[in-house]
């Protein structure tokens, strides 16, 4: 198994004025299944187009394997790209479309169909190769177009939203199988995605884009717990954002001033505030509890809007102080439901709560 | 019958009845009077003898195989070599300009679905119609006009000192050439631009992403699916090409007749309707097979033609 890096050397990208990717500086190691996650028209699939050769990066430089990629072109590449609609060609068999990369490098007709039933042995798919693609399954298609990437045996695979027609059953299978097949065949992914649950799931790190910038890199622990910026932290899952200027800082412990009372977080990354910087607090839903009584400090008055049943678990929204909330609890039973209307008071370890600087939201 | 009535009842439901009605005595009207009347008597035509007037209807006028017969043998009972060949030749010569107008077209086609944009699609487009404002007759002239003796094309080539003496294109049957490709440029290019536009823009980087060639991208991925497209305007350019009377009439050469021109003697010249209605006959019949042939051979459906 081969393990190239691919290094983004400052890489950004202009068309015209616009800035699709703004200095993109990081490594992926060779064998990592690394996604870029953000929403749409964030700039990841632009980078991801400039991996793959496609484009050309404005500044910058792209590395793979330490060989600098400027002027290569994208077959020339050691990459290999599945795209969005995975682009299989509708008048070919199933093993002509695998064998297809194999026939333009002139491989004889036999070796072709040996090859092309190998891999489709290998997606679990044996016996299909000489149906049409149109007679295969959403899922089936997916695990043929990553065939047809293998076939050349890339050093790296590039995913551009490989899932995203798939309903969403299928959609959480194909995340184990994609993880099984990558730990498999060993080699690099690169995984295009704005669905966080796919990008944690699945990677061993995950860059997180917001407006051609990288927001954060790190494995999708620290991506959730640990958060650097308020993009971030709003974006990749659920989240309580409160608004609130510091008052104090005690280690890694801020306090803040909020329109819900005073409440404390954690700093992220140990970072010093002054008196009066404007911060988010940042609490998980999951991390919130029910309580009965008043019990300061970083409890937070509300009263019920309504409550979701989602079957594991039961989503409470609430309202404090015009601050929409959540709550997520765990179902115990129907003893636990709680009437629209009631007041109630949740509270948090502050351990659990990030301190981010005030900046742009996710969906805001 | 029942056939008909399903077509017809949903219409009914869901266009109102006089809609129906409508379409119903409009296609009857097109179907009956304008294909299968005049078809019908054309073939009646083709198997009587050309009578004078007086013994029509009488104990002479009777059905026979002779005008066919004279199309192969001639009336001396030998191979009518001077007919058949000028068939041959109608024939060759329109899978000739059907070849060149694929060959044009094709690339045409493409660029218009998957290069140009905007402005640029929009005056390629323009650029195709608006000469086919002017008349076929015209436009046949202004061909005899660009590659006559003391034609445009001449007069460049001697003047830049290319050729000294003027070339007949009039008699090498380049100008009848040029003028049938272009005459029915439209009729290719707008299938395969049908067909073309459905392909995926991702399917070609995807096939270059593999590292396939330009050549190989437009064989394995582009040209299947334009492959209907090509057909549909293949069998259109071939059967007008073929059928063709104005364009072989001004611009082919002296000594070049047009399977059209002979059908055209009969029913004018000769005043023999019989024998021409049978000419027409024999021309449809072989241009039908020759289309339904190379279908076969391509592998493509009636049924593809008609999307």
């Given at each position: 198994?081969?393990?190239k890096d691919i290094v983004l050397d400052h890489v950004s990208i202009r068309f015209g004025s616009y800035t699709a990717v703004d200095n993109a500086h990081l490594t992926i190691r060779g064998g990592e299944f690394f996604s870029f996650l953000g929403p749409s028209g964030c700039g990841k699939t632009t980078l991801l187009r400039c991996v793959s050769g496609f484009s050309e990066p404005t500044e910058g430089r792209v590395l793979i394997g330490g060989s600098d990629m400027k002027g290569v072109g994208p077959n020339k590449r050691p990459t290999a790209l599945i795209f969005?609609?995975?682009?299989?060609f509708p008048l070919m068999s199933v093993a002509d479309n695998i064998a297809f990369p194999l026939e333009v490098r002139g491989i004889s007709?036999?070796?072709?169909?040996?090859?092309?039933?190998e891999l489709l042995d290998m997606i679990a798919l044996?016996?299909?190769?000489?149906?049409?693609?149109h007679e295969l399954s959403g899922g089936q298609r997916q695990r043929v177009?990553?065939?047809?990437?293998?076939?050349?045996?890339?050093?790296?695979?590039?995913?551009?939203?490989?899932?995203?027609a798939l309903d969403l059953k299928l959609r959480h299978h194909m995340r184990t199988e994609l993880r099984a097949i990558q730990q498999r065949v060993g080699l690099t992914f690169i995984y295009i995605t704005h669905d966080q649950g796919e990008a944690l799931t699945m990677s061993d790190r995950v860059a997180v884009m917001n407006s051609g910038v990288i927001e954060q890199i790190g494995d999708p622990e620290s991506i959730y717990n640990r958060p650097k910026t308020s993009f971030v932290a709003s974006f990749v899952g659920e989240t309580n954002a409160i608004e609130g200027k510091v008052v104090l800082q005690a280690g890694e412990i801020v306090t803040l001033e909020t329109p819900v009372g005073h409440l404390q977080g954690k700093a992220a990354g140990g970072r010093r505030y002054k008196n009066g910087d404007p911060c988010y607090l940042?609490?998980?839903p999951e991390q919130l509890e029910v309580k009965s009584g008043l019990e300061a400090p970083n409890t937070i008055a509300a009263s019920v809007v309504k409550e979701e049943f989602e079957g594991s678990a039961r989503i409470l929204f609430l309202k404090a102080n015009g601050i929409d909330m959540r709550i997520t609890r765990v179902n115990r039973g129907a003893s636990d439901a709680l009437a629209n209307g009631q007041a109630l008071v949740c509270a948090f370890d502050p351990d659990h709560a990030t301190v981010l600087p005030h900046g742009p939201l996710a969906g805001a | 019958m029942t056939a008909l009535r399903s077509l017809f009842q949903p219409m009914a439901a869901k266009h109102g009845l006089g809609a129906a009605c409508f379409i119903g005595v409009a296609v009857f009207i097109w179907v009956v009077f304008l294909i299968v009347l005049p078809q019908i008597s054309m073939l009646d035509y083709s198997f009587r003898l050309n009578l004078p007037k007086p013994d029509i209807g009488g104990p002479l006028d009777v059905y026979t195989l002779d005008n066919y017969a004279y199309f192969f043998s001639g009336n001396d009972g030998q191979l009518n070599t001077l007919d058949i060949g000028i068939l041959v030749k109608t024939l060759v010569a329109a899978v000739f300009v059907t070849l060149i107008d694929i060959l044009i077209c094709y690339p045409i086609a493409y660029i218009l679905a998957h290069s140009a944009?905007?402005?640029?699609?929009?005056?390629?487009?323009i650029g195709l119609i608006v000469p086919f404002w002017v008349n076929e007759i015209l436009r046949a002239f202004a061909f005899r006009v660009l590659f006559g003796a003391t034609g445009l094309i001449n007069?460049?080539?001697m003047g830049a000192g290319f050729w000294d003496q003027p070339i007949d294109f009039i008699r090498a049957d380049v100008a009848l050439y040029s003028g049938l490709t272009y005459a029915y440029i439209l009729l290719m290019v707008f299938p395969i631009f049908n067909a073309v536009e459905a392909l995926d823009r991702n399917q070609i980087e995807a096939a270059r992403d593999m590292g396939a060639s330009w050549w190989r991208v437009h064989w394995r991925v582009v040209l299947p699916i334009a492959k209907p497209g090509i057909a549909s305007g293949a069998t259109m350019v071939f059967m007008l090409t073929a059928g063709a009377l104005a364009a072989p009439q001004i611009l082919g050469g002296p000594s070049n007749l047009w399977f059209t021109q002979l059908i055209y003697q009969w029913f004018n010249e000769s005043a023999n309707w019989q024998r021409g209605s049978a000419y027409a006959v024999i021309l449809l019949l072989v241009c039908i097979g020759f289309v339904m042939m190379l279908m076969r051979v391509f592998k493509v459906s009636i049924g593809e033609i008609g999307r």
């Amino acid at each position: 198994m081969t393990t190239k890096d691919i290094v983004l050397d400052h890489v950004s990208i202009r068309f015209g004025s616009y800035t699709a990717v703004d200095n993109a500086h990081l490594t992926i190691r060779g064998g990592e299944f690394f996604s870029f996650l953000g929403p749409s028209g964030c700039g990841k699939t632009t980078l991801l187009r400039c991996v793959s050769g496609f484009s050309e990066p404005t500044e910058g430089r792209v590395l793979i394997g330490g060989s600098d990629m400027k002027g290569v072109g994208p077959n020339k590449r050691p990459t290999a790209l599945i795209f969005q609609n995975l682009a299989l060609f509708p008048l070919m068999s199933v093993a002509d479309n695998i064998a297809f990369p194999l026939e333009v490098r002139g491989i004889s007709k036999k070796q072709r169909r040996k090859r092309a039933d190998e891999l489709l042995d290998m997606i679990a798919l044996p016996g299909v190769g000489d149906k049409k693609v149109h007679e295969l399954s959403g899922g089936q298609r997916q695990r043929v177009a990553i065939a047809r990437a293998l076939a050349v045996e890339p050093d790296i695979l590039l995913l551009d939203e490989p899932l995203s027609a798939l309903d969403l059953k299928l959609r959480h299978h194909m995340r184990t199988e994609l993880r099984a097949i990558q730990q498999r065949v060993g080699l690099t992914f690169i995984y295009i995605t704005h669905d966080q649950g796919e990008a944690l799931t699945m990677s061993d790190r995950v860059a997180v884009m917001n407006s051609g910038v990288i927001e954060q890199i790190g494995d999708p622990e620290s991506i959730y717990n640990r958060p650097k910026t308020s993009f971030v932290a709003s974006f990749v899952g659920e989240t309580n954002a409160i608004e609130g200027k510091v008052v104090l800082q005690a280690g890694e412990i801020v306090t803040l001033e909020t329109p819900v009372g005073h409440l404390q977080g954690k700093a992220a990354g140990g970072r010093r505030y002054k008196n009066g910087d404007p911060c988010y607090l940042f609490i998980r839903p999951e991390q919130l509890e029910v309580k009965s009584g008043l019990e300061a400090p970083n409890t937070i008055a509300a009263s019920v809007v309504k409550e979701e049943f989602e079957g594991s678990a039961r989503i409470l929204f609430l309202k404090a102080n015009g601050i929409d909330m959540r709550i997520t609890r765990v179902n115990r039973g129907a003893s636990d439901a709680l009437a629209n209307g009631q007041a109630l008071v949740c509270a948090f370890d502050p351990d659990h709560a990030t301190v981010l600087p005030h900046g742009p939201l996710a969906g805001a | 019958m029942t056939a008909l009535r399903s077509l017809f009842q949903p219409m009914a439901a869901k266009h109102g009845l006089g809609a129906a009605c409508f379409i119903g005595v409009a296609v009857f009207i097109w179907v009956v009077f304008l294909i299968v009347l005049p078809q019908i008597s054309m073939l009646d035509y083709s198997f009587r003898l050309n009578l004078p007037k007086p013994d029509i209807g009488g104990p002479l006028d009777v059905y026979t195989l002779d005008n066919y017969a004279y199309f192969f043998s001639g009336n001396d009972g030998q191979l009518n070599t001077l007919d058949i060949g000028i068939l041959v030749k109608t024939l060759v010569a329109a899978v000739f300009v059907t070849l060149i107008d694929i060959l044009i077209c094709y690339p045409i086609a493409y660029i218009l679905a998957h290069s140009a944009t905007g402005v640029a699609a929009r005056l390629m487009v323009i650029g195709l119609i608006v000469p086919f404002w002017v008349n076929e007759i015209l436009r046949a002239f202004a061909f005899r006009v660009l590659f006559g003796a003391t034609g445009l094309i001449n007069s460049i080539g001697m003047g830049a000192g290319f050729w000294d003496q003027p070339i007949d294109f009039i008699r090498a049957d380049v100008a009848l050439y040029s003028g049938l490709t272009y005459a029915y440029i439209l009729l290719m290019v707008f299938p395969i631009f049908n067909a073309v536009e459905a392909l995926d823009r991702n399917q070609i980087e995807a096939a270059r992403d593999m590292g396939a060639s330009w050549w190989r991208v437009h064989w394995r991925v582009v040209l299947p699916i334009a492959k209907p497209g090509i057909a549909s305007g293949a069998t259109m350019v071939f059967m007008l090409t073929a059928g063709a009377l104005a364009a072989p009439q001004i611009l082919g050469g002296p000594s070049n007749l047009w399977f059209t021109q002979l059908i055209y003697q009969w029913f004018n010249e000769s005043a023999n309707w019989q024998r021409g209605s049978a000419y027409a006959v024999i021309l449809l019949l072989v241009c039908i097979g020759f289309v339904m042939m190379l279908m076969r051979v391509f592998k493509v459906s009636i049924g593809e033609i008609g999307r």
